[in-house]
């Protein structure tokens, strides 16, 4: 009953830019957190970034500078601007959303199934 859709990614050459989108879409009462995760081939799933509703943000070191993580409350969509890209940026970007469908409802995680993004030398 809820969904998330990304989009965005693609192949781009080293010190390139792209944005990723997500959007939540189904039976949502509240979105409380919007994050984006990633995982390059041969590590493990790690945090890009974090976004509350009320717009506190959060980044891991490694993209602080270069990501900007926002969202649009009224459409249920988070985005992610990635510029000055590496190729270590390389990964499959998944999107997460902590959110509950009725108010009556515990608050769950649901993810996206996820968007490639290759960054070439």
């Known amino acids: 009953q809820v969904q998330l859709v990304e989009s965005g990614g693609g192949l781009v050459q080293a010190g390139g830019s792209l944005r990723l989108s997500c959007t939540a879409s189904?039976?949502?009462?509240?979105?409380?957190?919007m994050r984006w995760y990633r995982q390059a081939p041969g590590k493990q799933r790690e945090l890009v970034a974090g976004i509350t509703s009320g717009g506190t943000t959060n980044y891991a070191d490694s993209v602080k500078g270069r990501f900007s993580i926002s969202r649009d409350n009224a459409k249920n969509t988070v985005y992610l601007q990635m510029n000055r890209l590496k190729p270590e940026d390389t990964a499959d970007y998944y999107c997460n959303a902590y959110l509950t469908s009725h108010y009556y409802s515990p608050y769950s995680d649901y993810w996206g199934q996820g968007t490639q993004v290759t960054v070439s030398s």
């Open positions: 189904g039976n949502i009462f509240s979105i409380n957190v």
